[in-house]
């Protein structure tokens, strides 16, 4: 990972900037020792209220037929992703090269060998403002995947107009990520820029997504201003508001987010906010947080995402795409939700690929 070290060893740069406040990479490592199955095996009282147990057709070949009809006929859909591509087909900036492998062709290999039918592309960092490798890959894949865009509060550009320009119907663009740590130092995410893309994003019907790496806490009271005054603006939250845990401080912060109708909740890149010991598939210290979305927010308003390409060097993408089936206690409608519904209900008339 030397481009990493590149980064952060020269914080004088602008590139050193973006990489300490917004790259959010981590060390990648081998995965097939950490992709081994959960056993399940929870005793019960026999005082205990008997109750059916709904797993997945990975991990329990003998489910009932209901449960496999329901698996069958679900459309999966990926909620957060990133592609890029080749060092030979892009010539990247210094210390921008992508630490792994992420063509848009690799990604649609994956999906179809693990049974996912399309997703949401975000904007890759190392990409920056430069979205052309994206507008192919979905006017090559048309009906495969929705796009979403980085918002550029730059101050020496015209954010705003750029951003018109990429937004459908003018654009390929349906969806725009607000990271914080791409604001000039000082400035908020409520400042003039910030409320002016906002406001258009809602006025479009383009959902923004927060991606608050450095703690929800730091950006909280920001996205709460922008919700409450442009409450039309529907909101995706990243990866669980990178809350690692229910203990995590911030939980409860993403949890009160439910006040506001118009949030939805990415339950994505569970090996990026695992807690415990050992961090390894199925992540179960994720489970309970999806349970208390659930119980907070609907599964309506959750989906589930990868994070490929760095999925793949953990526990690879299709374990990736069970996880939320190995959560026990949620019912087949919940786990459909999740697993593609509530996306399609987000982005209607955007999935419609057969392949």
Known sequence: MLFLQHFLSSPSSSSSLIAGRVFGFKTLTASSKFCSRRKSSRSKSSKSKSKT????MASNPSSSSSSS????SRKVLDAHLHVWPTPGEYSYQEGKVPPVPGSVEELVEVQAKSGVAGAMIVQPINLLFDHEYL???VNRYPG???LCA?????PNVNGEKELEKLLHPAGAFKAVRFNPGLWPEKEKMTNDVGKRMFRMCGDKDAVVGFMCFHGLDKSYEEMCELMTEFPKTRVLIDHFGFARGISDPNWQKVLSLAKFPQVSVKVSAQFRVAAGEKIEW???STFEQVKDLVKHF?????????DFPFVVNECG????SQIVNEIEDLTEEERDLILGGSLEKMFPKSFYSSS
Request: net charge positive.
């Open 53 to 56: 147990i709904i797993v997945s």
């Open 282 to 284: 199925p992540y179960e």
């Open 150 to 154: 980085l918002a550029n509060p730059s």
């Open 69 to 72: 009809s329901s698996s069958k």
């Open 298 to 306: 609907g599964a309506e308003r959750l989906v589930w995402g990868s």
């Open 317 to 320: 993408y299709e374990k990736a």
């Open 135 to 137: 507008e192919k890959a």
């Open 144 to 146: 495969k995947f929705v």
